[in-house]
């Protein structure tokens, strides 16, 4: 089975700054995307910050120029660096994996999964 584990949430004042995690649990055989989605209170899941096998990353309109994706494809990781962290990012943001992954037994995963969310508050 294949899990994503989120970590580094928590609660930041207005400006400051986290880093989040998250570690894919078994081998990877290729990844077609990375990212990270948020969903807050009342609202629907959305996506955050995407990075993708061309090498290419893309961003919502609201965290542009705060945010970054980035991945260690070496240590199976992907982390979200958020600084001038605003209240309105307060959500629980999940990783998100599309790609095939292989099992300890050797059975090829293949689909998109997600991890089970880190809570994000941004409150003075």
């Known amino acids: 089975q294949v899990q994503l584990v989120e970590s580094g949430g928590g609660l930041a004042q207005p400006g400051g700054s986290l880093t989040l995690s998250c570690s894919v649990s078994?081998?990877?055989?290729?990844?077609?995307?990375l990212a990270w989605y948020r969903q807050a209170p009342g609202k629907q899941r959305a996506l955050v910050a995407a990075?993708?096998?061309?090498?290419?990353?893309s961003y919502s309109d609201s965290v542009k120029a705060r945010f970054t994706i980035s991945r260690d494809n070496a240590q199976k990781r992907v982390y979200l660096q958020m600084n001038s962290l605003r209240p309105d990012d307060t959500a629980v943001y999940y990783c998100?994996?599309?790609?095939?992954?292989?099992?300890?037994?050797?059975?090829?995963?293949?689909?998109?999964?997600w991890g089970q969310g880190t809570q994000v508050t941004v409150s003075s």
């Open positions: 998100y994996a599309d790609g095939d992954f292989r099992s300890p037994q050797g059975l090829l995963l293949a689909g998109t999964y």
């Open positions: 078994i081998d990877i055989y290729s990844i077609h995307t």
């Open positions: 990075s993708r096998s061309d090498g290419s990353t």
